[in-house]
């Protein structure tokens, strides 16, 4: 079937749905013994208590109606964990240690998955704060009519890792993802875009009512939603992740090297495998995606926080010999806070680069490297810098700064002989890394620019140009009314030039 037909909005099926008070029995066949579910009504009222109870049960958990000794996970929505023991004591039953006291969005990840998923802190019902004073910590959630109108601009929300609707974006960035490989951008951004927005909600959408408010929802996100909602999964997302077009995209791309343009043109020879490409005669590959290939079971498992402050030593280290006044920033996902990623990126500057001269110092750092033979591929790319440039007009445009993409031969600290190396006797892991060099005075738009994420770039240029009639990119602001650049040494003076609130790098994760 092909996926493109999701566009066409037909009016679906849809499945006899029991709510309120003809909740189906708790007698229906229970897969999971293990534990015994109690959803609080408290705060999340009757009708929407019943359709989870009962869309639980359907999918073989077991779900009780009263409160006993027996429930070992309670499941509550819009209350902090404090809510739940004054409830519970209330009720005069003791919170037991292991008792799981829950949001409900780990219910909802279960419903998705089937079965029991594994609880983690962002399903542990956050203890409420008084004071918002210290933002480096999980946000409390907020029952929706608290929560203030939902930007549409993602530099307007604060994003963390913490996502109550994983359920959700994942299914539609697995839907933009297969837009972007069909090349429509269109659909691609508005997909992107939903997603994000959904990530920012400190919330788990429950109901159709809770996405009136929401904005970037177009009528086709909607469906998805509802689908999920209603059936915990969304058939056109399985019918994607089974179109053999898009796991060959997925497949082909995931080779360092590979864009749109090769994955398009080994579909169409009739390629399928990795292997059958790798092995033909006749296909012609550049340098990269022959790296891409040799290194390729290293550069498909993620980069770990370890491995990435591994090479931020040897970095910082490298470029130190050469700029002992040189400062070295870990930009992109993980100074946002991931806790893996598929590169390490990092920003060098120092007050002796200016904008003038062509610096060495990414080709002393790839020399040394190459002679210590821990350079596996690189590509190092010349500034294309010139001073006086508007920024682009693009949201998705590159930078003219110096920078090199590299594979790094990271050699493992310390051989560890309780864990056996996945590749018998290696003793290294290539890394892919980005360098990236720039002119001091341009450290702040630099540094704004490569963290990320990239839907949190795209809209604050968007942002910048139909808010705030200014033009911003990786290098400069320009204000168009006043027409001059705008002048900034930090982050927070170039969201100060914009009429934005700071967004810290871990709100960042649009
Ligand atoms: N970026 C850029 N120009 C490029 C490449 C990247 O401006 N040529 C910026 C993007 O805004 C992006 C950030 O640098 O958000 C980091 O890029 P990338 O490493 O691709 O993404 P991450 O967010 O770090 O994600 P991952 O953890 O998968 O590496
Ligand atoms: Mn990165
Ligand atoms: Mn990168």
Redesign the pocket.
């Known amino acids: 079937m092909d996926p493109l037909r999701m566009a066409d909005l037909s009016p679906r099926k849809k499945r006899p749905r029991q709510t309120g008070a003809s909740m189906s029995s708790p007698s229906q066949d229970v897969k999971f013994q293990d534990l015994v579910i109690f959803i609080l009504e408290k705060k999340m009222g009757r009708s929407r208590r019943a359709f989870l109870m009962e869309l639980a049960r359907r999918k073989g958990f077991r779900v009780e109606s009263e409160l006993s000794d027996s429930v070992t996970h309670i499941v509550a929505e819009n209350n902090s964990d404090s809510d739940v023991l004054e409830w519970l004591q209330a009720q005069n039953i003791k919170a037991s240690a292991q008792l799981e006291l829950l949001d409900v969005c780990w219910l909802i990840e279960c419903m998705g998955a089937g079965k029991p998923v594994e609880v983690t802190g962002k399903h542990q019902l956050v203890v409420r704060k008084d004071n918002s004073a210290n933002a480096n910590t999980e946000p409390q959630k907020t029952p929706l009519l608290a929560v203030k109108k939902i930007s549409p601009y993602a530099c307007q929300r604060r994003t963390t890792l913490n996502n109550c609707n994983q359920i959700f974006t994942d299914a539609l960035e697995v839907l933009a993802e297969n837009y972007e490989f069909r090349e429509n951008e269109g659909s691609y951004l508005a997909f992107m875009r939903a997603a994000s927005v959904l990530k920012s909600l400190p919330f788990t959408i429950i109901s159709m009512k809770d996405t009136e408010d929401i904005p970037c929802l177009e009528d086709k996100v909607k469906y998805i939603i509802e689908e999920i909602i209603e059936d915990g999964e969304c058939s056109e997302v399985k019918a994607v992740l089974n179109d053999e077009r898009y796991q060959s995209f997925k497949l082909f791309t995931s080779v360092f090297g590979v864009g749109l343009k090769t994955a398009e043109k080994w579909f169409r020879m009739g390629f399928r495998t990795l292997s059958k490409i790798r092995s033909d005669k006749t296909l012609k590959f550049t340098q990269m995606q022959k790296a891409g290939f040799l290194y390729y079971e290293d550069l498909v498992s993620h980069v770990t926080r370890e491995e990435a402050e591994a090479v931020s030593v040897l970095v910082k280290e490298a470029v130190w010999a050469f700029l002992p006044d040189a400062f070295v920033t870990m930009?992109?996902?993980f100074r946002r806070g991931?806790k893996t990623?598929?590169?390490v990126?990092f920003l060098i500057t120092s007050p002796g680069i200016t904008e003038e001269e062509d610096q060495p110092i990414l080709l002393k750092v790839i020399n040394l490297w190459e002679r210590k033979g821990l350079l596996l591929y690189y590509d190092l790319v010349e500034s294309t810098f010139e001073k006086l440039k508007l920024p682009s007009r693009k949201v998705d445009a590159?930078?003219h700064f110096q920078k090199c993409f590299l594979i790094f031969k990271l050699h493992h600290q310390r051989v560890d002989s309780g864990k056996a190396s996945q590749q018998e006797g290696k003793t290294w892991k290539a890394i892919r890394v980005?360098l990236v060099m720039c002119p001091y005075e341009r450290r702040a738009f630099a540094l704004l620019?490569?963290?990320?994420?990239?839907q949190f770039?795209r809209d604050l240029r968007c942002y910048a140009t139909h808010e705030r009639k200014m033009a911003l990119d990786?290098h400069a602001l320009y204000d168009k009314t006043k027409r001059m650049f705008l002048k900034a040494e930090s982050e927070e003076e170039i969201f100060a030039h914009l009429g934005l609130d700071y967004i810290e790098p871990w709100e960042r994760n649009a």
């Open positions: 930009t992109g996902g991931k990623g598929h590169d990126d590159l930078d980005d620019g490569w963290t990320g994420s990239r770039e990786n």
